[in-house]
């Protein structure tokens, strides 16, 4: 049966099962299953500076075998823990690549224009209309997130993108449940505004 990102079936549960005994090819099945939503997730927070000068898919793909290497120290323990564990790991490999980058004095004129191929839409993740999603309104959703602060992107991309409950969030960024769930609300209203600033009505 075709596995559907974001829902868990009768074999995602054998998977996990597998995984916390160490099986390698179960773990290799959990990452691939996630891989998509891990892309868009780069995509979104990677910022401009750096994929002017990087391929998302090679910052994916990077982070997915530093997961592998790690994966018998995890603790397997279930689906959103094992999001957490996968989307925290990609949020520090941005963080070490932006501060890389950020270091990095090279002319502009030698970045090299980076077509990234195949891309995973992030609208497609906000909006349960995944085939009215076009180029424009995704190109719209990036610039819209690009312009929120840290907190909002970070609270909008774990809740509606890894699709983590609110208890998992409030543990990942050290806040209560309640906290999140506000922060939220007004992670979206702003994402809103500056979308319909764009003409971008999210259904």
């Known amino acids: 049966m075709p596995v559907i990102l974001g829902n868990v079936d009768t074999d995602d549960d054998d998977w996990f ?6 099986d390698h090819g179960a773990i290799e099945r959990l990452i691939a299953r996630y891989q998509p939503r891990l892309h868009a997730f780069i995509r979104l927070r990677l910022g401009d500076r750096v994929r002017a000068r990087e391929a998302t898919m090679d910052v994916v793909q990077s982070v997915c075998r530093e997961l592998l290497a790690a994966a018998p120290g995890f603790d397997f323990r279930g689906e959103e823990r ?3 564990w996968l989307f925290t790991a990609a949020l520090n490999k941005i ?7 950020a270091r990095d ?6 970045e090299r224009d980076v077509a990234d191929e195949g891309m995973v839409q992030a609208a497609s993740y906000l909006t349960p209309s995944v085939d009215a999603i076009g180029r424009e309104t995704a190109d719209a959703l990036t610039a819209a997130l690009a312009e929120l ?8 991309t774990l809740s509606r ?3 983590l409950p609110h208890a998992v969030i409030a543990e990942s960024m050290g806040r ?5 769930r506000q922060l939220l609300v007004r992670a979206l209203l702003d994402l ?12």
């Open 176 to 180: 209560s449940e309640a906290a999140v």
């Open 17 to 22: 099962e597998a995984a916390h005994k160490g």
């Open 82 to 84: 094992f999001r957490d």
């Open 95 to 101: 963080i070490d690549k932006q501060r890389f980058h």
């Open 105 to 110: 004095k090279r002319d502009g004129a030698r």
């Open 192 to 203: 809103t505004l500056r979308l319909k600033r764009r003409g971008i009505v999210l259904g």
């Open 149 to 156: 602060s840290e907190e909002h992107r970070e609270v909008i």
């Open 161 to 163: 993108i890894v699709q």
